[in-house]
């Protein structure tokens, strides 16, 4: 039963992750929006949802760990498996936008804030409201670098109507988040039956399941040859993850964070938001990069089985 689950699950997120792209492709068109601005902030934070409702409920549930530990697997999963897989499907990567000059510093700047917050071992009210500041100041940049692409043709000749629009998106939103949910309970029991320790399904699973909608709308995106909506949706969703989820988390209940004791998943997180910047400042968007990033996943994987 797990099985027929999981798989229904998986088609839920691939068909909402259809939705969103389309959706998202007329708003940015008839708005004169970039697709890199839509899919950092509207597909992003749609994305983030399943994020955003683990750790909210761990943290009102007094588990702390679960709550950081998710944020910091999903932006690991994010820059290397989702974009480490973007890069090896995608026939050409070349974007528009110059992401090295407007964008890179902020997969920088949530991870480096957040450690200097955690430095005291906690985060709390005052931290979460300076993180969605964080977050507000974010959406304000995007605005002001917002930069239009070339449109598709297609789309173009559409009679837009904003109403089905924004019904089919939160359609679509609806099954990314529901199927995300229904991926990891599925996937966990699998895991049980198997004799997989709990540890590990709550270190992989959670922050693997939470970053399946990312992970689904960027490789098709990419297969569209929208790789600026692909790279914003990362981008995006980590600045979400950071600002958002343990903003909201932390004023919800006081996060306890041990830097000593996690301190290689930490370093992991900021090791490849740092690759990310070098990738882009080097335009190295090919099959190499999605390797190397894949290799961080596997030492990630490694350091945590042992």
């Known amino acids: 039963m ?26 940015a068109l008839h708005y004169n929006i970039s697709h890199f601005v839509i899919g950092a902030t509207l597909v992003a934070v749609g994305t983030s949802l399943p ?31 989702v974009l480490g897989a973007v890069f090896l499907v995608a026939k050409k990567i070349s974007p528009d936008r110059d992401l090295f000059a407007k964008d890179s510093a902020w997969s920088l700047f949530p991870i480096l804030i957040f450690i200097l917050m955690a430095i005291d071992g906690k985060l709390n009210a005052i931290d979460g409201i300076l993180f969605l500041l964080l977050m507000a100041g974010y959406v304000i940049f995007l605005i002001g670098s917002n930069q239009v692409e070339q449109i598709d043709e297609e789309l173009a000749k559409e009679k ?17 988040v529901v199927g995300a949910d229904f991926a990891i309970d599925s996937a966990s029991n699998i895991a049980r039956t198997f004799g997989i320790s709990e540890w590990v399904i709550g270190l992989f699973l959670i922050a693997f399941g939470t970053s399946l909608p990312e992970l689904t709308i960027s490789i098709k995106s990419a297969l569209k040859n929208n790789a600026d909506l692909a790279i914003g949706n990362i981008i995006g969703s980590n600045v979400a993850n950071f600002t958002m989820v343990l903003g909201v988390s932390s004023i919800v209940s006081v996060l306890n964070v041990d830097l000593s004791k996690n301190f290689f998943d930490i370093a992991a997180a900021f090791i490849v938001s ?33």
Request: proline share 0%; no cysteine; aromatic share 10%.
């Open 2 to 27: 797990d099985f027929l689950i999981f798989t229904i699950s998986m088609a839920a997120l691939i068909y909402g992750a259809d939705f969103i792209i389309q959706q998202s492709e007329k708003i």
């Open 51 to 81: 994020e955003m409702a683990v750790s909210m409920s761990a943290a009102i549930k007094g588990n702390a760990d679960i709550a950081v530990a998710n944020v910091i697997g999903s932006t690991i999963f994010n820059i290397s498996l």
């Open 160 to 176: 837009f109507d904003w109403k089905k629009s924004i019904v089919l998106l939160l359609i679509g939103f609806v099954f990314v």
């Open 274 to 306: 740092l690759m990310l910047v070098f990738i882009t400042a080097n335009k190295l968007y090919n099959k190499s990069a999605g390797i190397a990033l894949l290799v961080v996943l596997a030492l990630v994987i490694q350091n945590s089985l042992v």
